[in-house]
């Protein structure tokens, strides 16, 4: 079974530029969450997808960045215009509904340099 | 606010046991969830605590105290691939992650 896949693995861009991120969580989680950890600080919560639907984006940090889960499968997440702040470690996690035990499942993250 | 306390780092010898630490001062708590990251790679579960007592899965186990807002993770017989960073993590409302800085373990040989 594949895991959760993240693309690009590495994004060099500069400030002013858009980019995106994508993410493929595995097949039949419903759940998909993005997290980011800038240099230095915590892996912090973005936003959480139940299938297509945002149900909390309270930690996404202004307007600038746009999420999307079209059909409930793969999920990408937009920052424009990126400024240097937005510099980080992208990480999507996916999880099964109704399970005992909170287990999400983490990709690799997307390293992302706004320079 | 919202905080998880994590000691920054710990150093082990080979065949030790090593302790990390974690308190937690959330809004809401549904369970307390250990990651371990190695260099450059995903967040791997290691452990989940809904509720207070030991949760024992091979060389690795995890404490939670609700009373005390505190919780541990142990591990046995470390071995070298052990050395990565550990993460707790308060599930909260939706299952939302809230992370602490994380403990970087080094394993001495």
């Known amino acids: 079974e594949a895991g959760v896949t993240q693309f690009p693995s590495h994004s060099v861009i500069e400030k002013g530029q858009t980019v995106t991120l994508r993410c493929d969580p595995i097949s039949g989680h419903d759940n998909l969450y993005w997290y980011r950890r800038v240099m230095g600080k915590e892996i912090k919560f973005l936003l959480h997808f139940v299938k297509e639907s945002k149900q909390d984006e309270s930690g996404m940090p202004n307007n600038r960045f746009l999420a999307e889960r079209t059909g409930g499968t793969y999920s990408t997440l937009k920052v424009q215009p990126a400024e240097l702040e937005d510099s980080g470690v992208y990480f999507c996690a996916s999880s099964q509904t109704g399970q005992a035990k909170n287990i999400q499942y983490f990709g690799a993250g997307t390293r992302l340099s706004v320079l | 606010g919202q905080s998880l306390e994590q000691p920054s780092e710990v150093t082990a010898v080979e065949g030790a046991i090593v302790q990390m630490n974690c308190t937690y001062q959330t809004s809401g708590f549904y369970g307390l969830s250990w990651y371990q990251q190695h260099d450059g790679g995903a967040p791997t579960f290691l452990s989940y605590?809904?509720?207070?007592g030991l949760e024992e899965t091979g060389r690795f186990s995890s404490f939670l105290s609700r009373s005390d807002s505190y919780g541990y993770l142990l591990l046995q017989e470390l071995q070298m691939k052990d050395s990565a960073s550990y993460f707790c993590a308060v599930e909260n409302q939706g299952g939302k992650l809230i992370f602490g800085q994380g403990t970087e373990l080094s394993v001495k040989p």
């Open positions: 605590n809904a509720l207070d």
